[in-house]
């Protein structure tokens, strides 16, 4: 396998809705990598996509192959993933493979979402599909509902007081709160700093324990990023960021994960296979973007990555362990909580953000000081798929 | 080799409050909703069995915000049942007040019966739904 390299990253705003189209979105964010790897749209081989509900949002499939013609990338194989939440992840992992396999030296993989073009009802029911079907949603199951229910699960298998419980996951919000405040290409900037855990908690119930400040928005936005080999990639830039770890797992519906619940057995497959692939461990990890869909995502995430043992991700947080200067700097960008979760790009916002945390590129306030090993986290469904990435400085 | 039972059967003994499974003849695992290999060993060779719906609430959560077209159905409340025979199935929880649901519901002993979601637009027909009773 040959080595392979970010040269490039580009991300629209994520926010509520956007006046801009699914391919608009996309395209903007890809000539943004494009024009930031010194590359032409004639010089990129092939695109990969993650778009879960463009077809619903705005009646728009294969939004691919008309952003690759949009951007000026001519008559080259465009393909779209669906994974749910980790679509975009797919999408850059198989870009990935392409050019380590040697088949391709340039591509570029990203992914957009219309999220909160399509209101809470419609985006509810259609992000309740990535539950199963039959088996699930005829109890009315949504995605807060499946979080809300591991959290009661998490506080009984773990032996933690509810609210006590409660109390660490305002924590988790809080955190990526204030760093989405000064992220200006969050959602959330400029907003919700500094947010008393009384707020958090007293905000309108969603599915119970969950409140409203336990749950990332609906979001729009597009991210994307080019991949190179390493000899294409020295031509292209002093700050190449190698891909040195990936892995991907899947696995059904929830009520069959039981052996392991509230642990997601998929991360932990996906992640050590990662970890093995770029022989590094949970304590050589700087910073990690990972998928905190929901306050208590962020605990059984940063458990089964192995940066906490399992039932003390809480107090890690509590205590800073999780916060930039802690153990392990968990969500610098504000995260899917409060950069936002466009969920077909919600893997490519995270490679762009460790990205530019790798080269030292982000706001003063939320750089994690001196980062050299980065990680991303991106679980789709309820645990249906999971991709983790491993990305180190090649400088 | 195909399934052995598939969700139509499944579906129409549910609504009848018979819950079917599968029982592996390899390693003995009871699997339930239907699949073609056993969940624990992914052997192939399993046959019909009838569950009887017992078990204890192990999670549970009361649904404030609905998906489109079940905004009636608000608030309701989920369960995750550990049935007697091991696996865990999602239904609903009978209650007359959902908001009351609490952490002193895990572990209690529940009595399956069904309730059927008549489907949407979406989802190609409709489906029934184990539907819970605390046993008193
Ligand atoms: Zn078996």
Redesign the interface.
């Known amino acids: 396998m040959k080595k392979v390299a970010v040269v490039g990253v580009g991300e629209t705003n994520f926010s509520g809705p956007q006046e801009k189209t699914g391919v608009e979105l996309l395209a903007e964010a890809a000539t943004e990598a494009i024009t930031e790897s010194n590359l032409k749209p004639k010089d990129i081989k092939a695109l990969f996509v993650g778009n879960v509900l463009g077809d619903f949002a705005e009646g728009q499939g294969m939004v691919q192959a008309f952003a690759a013609e949009n951007i000026g990338c001519l008559y080259v194989p465009a393909n779209r993933y669906e994974g749910a939440c980790a679509s975009a992840s797919m999408a850059i992992r198989d870009a990935f493979m392409w050019v380590a396999s040697g088949y391709y030296d340039i591509v570029l993989a990203g992914g957009v979402e219309r999220a909160a073009t399509m209101g ?3 985006a ?2 259609t992000f ?2 990535f539950s199963d ?10 995605f ?2 499946v979080f ?6 998490y ?2 298998t773990y032996k933690i007081p ?1 609210q006590k419980l409660r109390e660490q996951m305002a924590r988790v919000s809080i955190q990526s709160y204030n760093h989405g405040s000064v992220n200006p290409r969050a959602q959330f900037f400029g907003k919700n700093a500094s947010m008393p855990v009384e707020k958090v908690l007293g905000s ?7 409140t409203l400040h336990d749950c990332c928005p609906f979001s729009d936005g597009a991210a994307a990023v080019v991949l190179a080999s390493e000899e294409a990639a020295k031509k292209l830039t002093k700050k190449p960021v190698f891909i040195t770890g990936t892995g991907q797992s899947s696995c ?5 994960q ?1 052996d392991y619940l509230p642990r997601i057995r998929a991360r932990e497959i996906s992640s050590r296979r990662a970890y093995e692939m770029a022989g590094v461990k949970p304590g050589d990890i700087d910073l990690c973007e990972l998928h905190d869909c929901f306050s208590i995502a962020s605990l059984i995430a940063a458990e089964g990555l192995g940066f906490f043992e399992y039932g003390k991700a809480g107090e890690a947080w509590e205590k800073g362990q999780a916060d930039i200067g802690g153990k392990i700097a968990i969500n610098p960008s504000g995260g899917l909580k409060s950069k936002g979760h466009p969920i077909g790009a919600t893997g490519a916002g995270q490679v762009y953000e460790v990205v530019k945390q790798l080269r030292g590129e982000v706001e003063p306030a939320r750089q994690v000081p001196d980062a050299r090993v980065a990680m991303t986290d991106t679980l789709g469904g309820d645990g249906g798929t999971l991709v983790d990435m491993i990305f180190q400085r090649g400088w | 080799m195909g399934h052995k039972l598939i ?1 139509k059967d499944y ?1 129409e003994a549910l609504k009848n409050n018979r819950l079917l499974g599968l029982k592996c003849q390899s390693c003995g695992a009871i699997t339930v ?1 239907p ?1 073609i290999a056993c ?1 624990q060993c992914a052997g192939q060779d399993m046959e019909i069995t009838e569950l009887r719906g017992n078990g204890k609430i ?14 009636s ?1 608000i608030p ?1 409340t ?1 369960v ?1 049942v ?1 049935l007697d025979e091991g ?6 929880l009978e209650t007359t007040d959902p908001k009351a ?1 609490s ?1 002193e519901l ?1 572990g209690k002993r529940v009595k399956m019966e069904n309730r ?2 008549p489907g ?1 637009k ?2 190609a027909g ?5 539907l819970f009773d605390l046993v008193r």
């Open positions: 809470t009802g419609l509810t029911r309740a599909m079907a039959r088996y699930e949603y005829p109890a009315g199951i949504t807060p509902a809300a229910m591991l959290t009661h699960l506080a009984d509810l309108f119930m969603v599915a119970t324990p969950l059904g519906p929830l009520s069959n039981s | 969700f579906n909703p699949k969940r192990r999670t549970f959560t009361t649904v404030f915000v609905a998906a489109e077209g079940r905004e159905e309701y989920i995750m550990e696996p865990w199935i999602m239904g609903n649901a952490m895990i059927v979601f949407d979406y989802s409709g489906g029934a739904r184990p």
